[in-house]
Nanobody, 127 residues
């Protein structure tokens, strides 16, 4: 089992940058593929990015490709989401999630297939 805690959200102007962090508890963090999702009121949770357990594979939603970068540091039990060139439409609550073998299964984009979730961190981009 793993517990996840996000941080790094806040208010930023359009065009600015933020880096989100997701700290995981437990000694088995390196076994898990990790994902970032986001959600706005009244909408379903949306896939943002995912990274394999060893960092060798990364995936992005088309809406953030070229602007966001996911990375991980298994020694620190932490996954990051670097967000650049932020847009108003990036405003959302951002969640990190963990699951084993989800990249291998090809289901990394599906929120329903992740086993563990953090509580979320708010990102607000002012236009």
């Amino acid at each position: 089992q793993v517990q996840l805690v996000e941080s790094g959200g806040g208010l930023v102007q359009a065009g600015g940058s933020l880096r989100l962090s997701c700290a995981a508890s437990g000694r088995t963090f390196s076994r898990y593929d990790m994902g970032w999702f986001r959600q706005t009121p009244g909408k379903e949770r949306e896939f943002v990015a995912a990274i394999s357990w060893n960092g060798g594979n990364t995936y992005y939603a088309d809406s953030v490709k070229g602007r966001f970068a996911i990375s991980r540091d298994n020694a620190k039990n932490t996954v990051y989401l670097q967000m650049n060139s932020l847009k108003y439409e990036d405003t959302a609550v951002y969640y990190c999630a963990a699951s084993s073998s989800i990249v291998y299964s090809g289901r990394y984009y599906s929120s329903r297939d992740y086993a563990y979730w953090g509580q979320g961190t708010q990102v607000t981009v002012s236009s």
